[in-house]
T-cell receptor
């Protein structure tokens, strides 16, 4: 149990276009999901906390108008990178915490975004 | 603000050698501590976690970690590594149940057979 699936696993897009990444909890409900960004040889940096039915909470320095987060159901959160630029190229990872569960978060497999 | 420091960027060991990866955190209050592993091409997996109780925590695949509150440390250990332990290891912390994790920069472990 406790599987988190991200889709797509890899995506290449042109500068100026938008890309949507999905994060699904397959076998549990997740009131809270987290979006991270990982640069090569770097740690995971928290971008935002996504709460079902409410607005996401963004970390300092993360543009909320550029990285749109929607958490419309207890099993799905989406991250849309709008007007993507090459510097947005990165590895994006989501994690989900089971509703009513302990502090353990389960991670998706990540999405490699390349903007050309 | 919380922060996590992993001292070793890249560790190279031969099979059967003992492993210890350092992790220190910066936070004055009660924390929850985690070690995650990321095998090449795979997602993060939880190795072990500490919330309270016995400071020596045993995880999967023969790993263990010891929480030393006075040193703000949570070092990961394994008595005898295998080639299959080659991966990226991340130490992480959160100060409150359900909040996001703060990760260290990770340590790359390479084990030669």
């Amino acid at each position: 149990g406790a599987v988190v699936s991200q889709h797509p696993s890899r995506v290449i897009c042109k500068s100026g276009t938008s890309v949507k990444i999905e994060c699904r909890s397959l076998d549990f409900q997740a009131t809270t999901m987290f979006w991270y960004r990982q640069f090569p040889k770097q740690s995971l940096m928290l971008m935002a906390t996504s709460n079902e039915g409410s607005k996401a909470t963004y970390e300092q320095g993360v543009e909320k108008d550029k990285f749109l987060i929607n958490h419309a159901s207890l099993t799905l959160s989406t991250l849309t990178v709008t007007s993507a630029h090459p510097e947005d190229s990165s590895f994006y990872i989501c994690s989900a915490r089971r509703t009513g569960g302990d502090t353990e978060a389960f991670f998706g497999q990540g999405t490699r975004l390349t903007v050309v | 603000a919380q922060s996590v420091s992993q001292h070793n960027h890249h560790v190279i060991l031969s099979e059967a050698a003992s492993l210890e990866l350092g992790c220190n955190y910066s936070y004055g209050g009660t924390v929850n501590l985690f070690w995650y592993v990321q095998y090449p091409g795979q997602h993060l997996q939880l190795l072990l976690k500490y919330f309270s109780g016995d400071p020596l925590v045993k995880g999967i695949k023969g790993f263990e970690a010891e929480f030393i509150k006075s040193k703000f440390s949570f070092n990961l250990r394994k008595p005898s590594v295998q080639w299959s332990d080659t991966a990226e290891y991340f130490c992480a912390v959160n100060a409150q149940a359900g909040t996001a994790l703060i990760f260290g920069k990770g340590t790359t472990l390479s084990v030669s057979s």
